[in-house]
DNA sequence: TAAATATTTAAACACGTGTTCATAAAATTA
DNA sequence: TAATTTTATGAACACGTGTTTAAATATTTA
């Protein structure tokens, strides 16, 4: 069923179709108003292709998600666990505005010549990077191509030559600092923190919150209360075990995870040592992700507004596509900590 | 950078560059490898709209994945956990076989008709549905349009109308079988079941694999040990608490949930009953999701084996776009028990 | 060497839709 | 009523690629 054919059933000419579909003011009343009832009779839908080749663009945008290097086969497709609730967030935005989503899941480099391909092949008209490293190239290489995008978790780009994009972020460096002044106001002095994968912006924020928290406290960042993990919950059962290796020396008392993943793995570690949590050792992540909640004891953690950073990059590009108008947006959302059952007062 | 100008630059005629691009016998070797240096310098991509309208299919399939009806909002809209990495694994198959991956989800009727669209536009090639309900109307009318579907998790088909699709399930009614037999084994006899959404296959077979032991050990199914939830945990919490409500009479020692989110429902309840799990109640779950390991006791559950399903879902489907050849295969793919903590022996 | 055949190429058309342009019809003004 | 403006409509072209057909060139055979 072609525009030809509604043409020929409605009896006007194809023009006259195509005009009442894309909504011309110099359409009769009445042609227009028979048109659209053939059109639903016989529940006709323009080739998309068609269209897109006669110069409209497709309502298509790529989400675009970094998969997790380290760690196991089943961690790496099974996906990370907070962008995930975040694709659906995206998604369910995306369709609200009218538009489809495409889901590429970013392994290694040769995966951006696949987006580039999308683009240039006029299949998406724009697309959101999650979980991409802080200042990737690649990234900056297709934003200088002209393709529509928005990044989550990126510092403010600066280069000259790299404009007309958006970037989300939640207030990783607050959230961080917040989490981090909580154990210093439970009586904490000498606070640890597993470092996430410092390629990525959260992850570098997050360590500078907890030093701004520190020093605001006057308390000094000894050697060892740094481990450096990279967002997986095996790195941080590694890097608990690092810290609290001489436990005796260091005195630590309370570990700030930057994220719950990882903060579950630390939890292992822990009560594989024979500590308990929070009497010995208080911990808090970092994201909320559902498990937090469940695991005992519950999960400390930042929650970021997955459903508010999803709408604001969504909208954002939307608007850009069919606008053409974003001049390097930045956005950062405020986060709120939720006390649980992993931190306690020292007394 | 078009076909037209890459004929230029390499000296030939755009027939002769298109013949190149779709592998054609009848070109000069020497040709060829001229017109493919040019391509390959100048990262040319063929507009996939235009190949659409020639002709050529797309190579991007859907992934419509039924959203929760019931229950909050943040639950609607951050997706099933069990049905988030099976997404992941089928958007990782798809890739591999050189297809993207078009995720929509589906919240009404209202949206099989953009499914529709989506095909009728030429945009898919075919789809496959995730946590759909089981016989259902919508999709039946869209396999007998001809689109090119595989289901996950539905009775096969018998409609003598209705064929041409794939049919990919786990066999719930035997994971269901061991499950209870487990409990069985341990000794319970008043063994109690949380039913899932009966809408849904995976639902029914599972009440049908309880049923089925039961009756094997001669064990007699009173009417309360039957409740029947949705598959959230809400329904979980609200299903254990009716369940348990008269313990003292029914002696129940043993629940069977129909999915690991019920359970974990349940398990909030009978702790707020102030049982213990396992010593007063043994509970079984299903889908081994993630938390299910973190929860405490651990839960004991049924494992399916989703990177497989996805595998032979995926494949299949690509199998049938691009051979044509598929005659309503219809398959079961076998799962397996994880025993945990939260069963134990009845002494 | 001429003829027959095999190989390679270029031109032309098709795919379905949007849009421009010219024209016909209707409405308004003089 | 005639002239002018406004409105409505259909014909023709453009979008980029695949494919068919006819022609040109190279190769082989007699």
């Not at 404009?163 to 106001?185: C, R």
């Not at 950073?309 to 959302?333: C, H, P, Q, W």
Request: hydrophobic share 40%.
């Amino acid at each position: 069923m072609y525009s030809k054919e509604i043409a020929k059933l409605a009896g006007v000419s194809r023009s006259t179709v195509s005009r009442v579909i894309n909504n011309y003011s110099n359409v009769a009343p009445e042609t227009k108003e028979k048109v659209e009832r053939v059109i639903k009779e016989y529940g006709y839908v323009p080739h998309a292709s068609a269209q897109a080749l006669a110069g409209k663009v497709s309502k298509i945008i790529g989400i675009f998600i970094a998969n997790i290097r380290s760690g196991d086969e089943e961690y790496r497709v099974f996906r990370n666990v907070y962008i995930s609730p975040f694709e659906a967030a995206i998604i369910d935005q995306a369709d609200k505005l009218g538009y489809n989503t495409l889901v590429l899941i970013i392994n290694d480099n040769e995966d951006f010549k696949k987006i580039r391909k999308l683009f240039n092949s006029k299949i998406l008209s724009g697309g959101i990077f999650l979980g991409a490293n802080n200042n990737s190239k690649e990234i900056f290489g297709l934003i200088e191509s002209g393709y529509k995008l928005a990044v989550i978790d990126q510092e403010e780009i600066k280069k000259k030559n790299v404009k007309n994009h958006i970037i989300v972020n939640s207030d990783n460096y607050t959230g961080a600092y917040k989490a981090t002044k909580h154990l210093i106001d439970y009586g904490h002095k000498a606070i640890a923190h597993i470092c996430g994968d410092m390629n990525k912006y959260s992850g570098i924020k997050r360590l500078e919150g907890y030093r701004k928290a520190m020093k605001e406290a006057r308390l000094k960042i000894k050697r060892e209360y740094i481990a450096y993990g990279d967002f997986t919950e095996d790195s941080g059962f590694k890097c608990a075990n690092q810290i609290l290796k001489d436990k005796n020396k260091n005195k630590i008392t309370a570990i700030f995870s930057s994220n719950d993943t990882m903060a579950l793995g630390a939890m292992k570690a822990i009560k594989r040592m024979d500590l308990r949590i929070p009497e010995d050792i208080s911990i808090v992540g970092y994201d909320d992700i559902r498990i937090a909640s469940y695991v005992s004891p519950a999960l400390t953690t930042v929650r970021s507004p997955i459903l508010e950073m999803a709408s604001v990059v969504t909208d954002n590009l939307i608007n850009f596509i069919e606008k053409g108008t974003s001049s390097s947006r930045y956005y950062i959302i405020p986060v709120e900590l939720i006390i649980r059952e992993s931190t306690m007062k020292l007394t």
